[in-house]
Structures are given as C-alpha cells and as structure tokens.
C-alpha cells in the first residue's frame, strides 16, 4: 500500500516562493519515479516536473528555470522548490509516483492547496 503526503502549500504574492514536499509515509517501496502536478479549476491535471531516478528531471516548459524538483530516495521524498510564483499558477499540486516513467499504475497524494496572489 501506498500512501503519499504532500505538505507545503499555502497563500503566496506573486513573485514569492514555496516549498512543497510529498513523502510515502507506508511503503517501503522506492519508486523510480516521483513527481508533481498541478490541476487549477475547470483545468485538467498537467505535469509540473517529474524525477526520474538514474536518469534526469522533466521539467515542464512553464516552470522551467523557476521551479526546481528534488528527490531523497532513501527517505522516499520528493520535494519541488517554486520560485517567482505567477498568480495562474494557482491550483492544487498533487505527488505523483510510479514504478517506471511510463507507468500506468499511478500513485496520488491528496493535494496541496497553491494560492498566488496578483
């Protein structure tokens, strides 16, 4: 069994940070595959970054250079650092994690709340 853990999300201006961090707090099991993405209302769920264990990280284009992902595989955490924040970026950010990168059994946290305000 799985269960992921987001923490993190908040109200923010525009231009601020946030740091969102997303632990698997019951399977032992190391993923190869660990990531974020964002759904904002009336919008379907698109990819933030994803972190590919042994590989690289896949960032989206619009958070590239912004928005950085890390991964501490022993402790089973992955974490997404968001910089210069953008008010359309509002939406809930959910953990995502897979065995492999094309993996259709998908593993979903519970969602954390971004706010940026103008």
């Known amino acids: 069994q799985v269960q992921l853990v987001e923490s993190g999300g908040g109200l923010v201006q525009a231009g601020g940070s946030l740091r969102l961090s997303c632990t698997d707090s019951?399977?032992?099991?190391?993923?190869?595959?660990m990531g974020w993405y964002r759904q904002a209302p009336g919008n379907q769920r698109e990819l933030v970054a994803l972190?590919?264990?042994?590989?690289?990280?896949n960032d989206a284009d619009p958070v590239r250079g912004r928005f950085t992902i890390s991964r501490d595989i022993a402790k089973n955490t992955v974490a997404l650092q968001m910089n210069s924040l953008k008010p359309e970026e509002t939406a809930v950010y959910y953990c995502?994690?897979?065995?492999?990168?094309?993996?259709?059994?998908?593993?979903w946290g519970r969602g954390t709340q971004v706010t940026v305000s103008p």
């Open positions: 995502n994690a897979r065995p492999y990168v094309s993996s259709t059994i998908n593993s």
């Open positions: 019951v399977s032992a099991f190391s993923f190869n595959t």
């Open positions: 972190f590919i264990r042994g590989e690289n990280t």
